[in-house]
């Protein structure tokens, strides 16, 4: 099992910055890939961003790109996702999932991933 907790949302205005956090526990030498993903009120689950969790292979949603960066520190089993320039819709709750499946994958469906976190409110006001 993998256990993954998300912090750092809030409520920021228009045009900052957030980051936020993702600290992964557990089994994580069967990750193989790390992503966020968001979903507002009404719509479903988004992807955003992921890395490899054994290079530095990043892939971003065309919304975000340019603007937001995810990264990650082995060291303390975390992943970020530096948001900036951030837009009112931008606003949802941010998940971080874990993959635990290896082969050629995109790590873009939710489908590719098996652990997720609780996820975190990001509200941007405008």
């Known amino acids: 099992q993998v256990q993954l907790v998300e912090s750092g949302g809030g409520l920021v205005q228009a045009g900052g910055s957030l980051r936020l956090s993702c600290a992964t526990s557990?089994?994580?030498?069967?990750?193989?890939?790390v992503g966020w993903f968001r979903q507002a009120p009404g719509k479903e689950r988004e992807f955003v961003a992921r890395?490899?969790?054994?290079?530095?292979?990043?892939m971003y949603a065309d919304s975000v790109k340019g603007r937001f960066t995810i990264s990650r520190d082995n060291a303390k089993n975390t992943v970020y996702l530096q948001m900036n320039s951030l837009k009112a819709e931008d606003t949802a709750v941010y998940y971080c999932a874990a993959s635990g499946r290896a082969g050629y994958r995109t790590y873009i469906p939710t489908t590719d991933y098996d652990y997720w976190g609780q996820g975190t409110q990001v509200t941007v006001s405008s």
């Open positions: 557990g089994r994580t030498s069967v990750v193989y890939a």
């Open positions: 890395i490899s969790w054994s290079s530095t292979r990043t």
